[in-house]
């Protein structure tokens, strides 16, 4: 089953947004399979974002990244990675549609509130950077035969 891994930023944290943004995946009928809150050290914060090491945005990321807790999800259902990114919305918050995360929490790309892996191989990469075999629970929830035919 295909899975994704999504992050609550600093500011989504800071903002009390955890509870908001969890919902619109458990809504959207994705299941949730492994959570953390945690406070993110450099090394990792890097490793993460290694894509954009180059970019002139990678320091200010890393630090923010870095500067207070997040929630780190593993998310599973048909299509996740692609559907997760249209909940999220675009990058930049002013750009980002009405009705997405970013787009109705935002207005700075600096400050997006919500990381989501962009392709499948890209999930696989994030989850086994951020979560053990061992923290992701398999479930079956008792809603499957209502949310699939
Ligand atoms: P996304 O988070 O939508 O996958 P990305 O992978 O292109 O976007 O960039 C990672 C993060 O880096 C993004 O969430 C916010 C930050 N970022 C991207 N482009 C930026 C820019 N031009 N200026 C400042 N921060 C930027
Ligand atoms: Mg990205």
């Not at 995360?101 to 086994?128: C, K, M, V």
Request: no cysteine.
């Amino acid at each position: 089953m295909e899975r994704t891994f999504l992050a609550v930023k600093p500011d989504g944290v800071q903002r009390g947004l955890v509870g908001e943004i969890i919902r619109r995946f458990e809504d959207k009928g994705f299941t949730l399979i492994g959570l953390k809150f945690m406070k993110v050290n450099r090394e990792l914060a890097e490793q993460h974002y290694d894509v954009h090491r180059e970019r002139p945005f990678f320091a200010g990321l890393v630090s923010f990244i870095t500067s207070g807790p997040v929630v780190v999800m593993v998310w599973e259902g048909e299509g996740v990675v692609a559907a997760a990114r249209k909940i999220i919305g675009a990058t930049n918050p002013l750009s980002a549609e009405p009705g997405t995360i970013r787009g109705d929490f935002g207005i700075n790309i600096g400050r997006n509130l919500i990381h989501g892996s962009d392709a499948i191989e890209t999930a696989q990469r994030e989850i086994s950077l951020w979560f053990q075999e061992e923290e992701l629970v398999s479930w079956e929830p008792s809603i499957t035969p209502w949310l699939h035919e």
